[in-house]
């Protein structure tokens, strides 16, 4: 287990940005973990946004947020942004980031929420139209 901590949601319009943020406590060996974003909206599924591979190599995104939304890692900080450009109003939602332990980099596992073993509380964004 590892204790993730969101920071970064907030309010903006119809084509602004937001950056998030997940940090996780030192001396948590970050990279033993693939990190994953996910964003879930009142009475719906938690849905895959965007992960990056444990050494930061590789990365992977939602199509409805592809060339728009980048994440990457630091992982002597442990910390792992997500930085969101051209923001729609579709995009609102709690947004989650979460780590997985292991070195497993296949999409059909690392975009399902049950591959993840950790989560953080979840940071509010708000866009409006």
């Known amino acids: 287990q590892v204790q993730l901590v969101e920071s970064g949601g907030g309010l903006v319009q119809a084509g602004g940005s937001l950056r998030l943020s997940c940090t996780a406590p030192?001396?948590?060996?970050?990279?033993?973990?693939?990190l994953g974003w996910f964003r879930q909206v009142p009475g719906t599924d938690r849905e895959f946004v965007a992960a990056?591979?444990?050494?930061?190599?590789?990365?992977n995104y939602a199509d409805s947020v592809k060339d728009r939304f980048t994440t990457a890692r630091e992982n002597a900080k442990d910390t792992v942004t997500l930085q969101m450009n051209s923001l729609k109003p579709e995009d609102t939602g709690i947004y989650y980031c979460?780590?997985?332990?292991?070195?497993?980099?296949?999409?059909?596992?690392?975009?399902?929420?049950?591959?993840?073993?950790?989560w953080g509380q979840g940071t509010q964004v708000t866009v409006s139209s």
């Open positions: 979460a780590a997985m332990s292991g070195f497993t980099w296949v999409r059909t596992i690392y975009t399902l929420p049950q591959s993840y073993g950790s």
């Open positions: 030192r001396d948590t060996f970050f990279g033993n973990y693939i």
């Open positions: 990056i591979r444990w050494d930061g190599r590789m990365t």
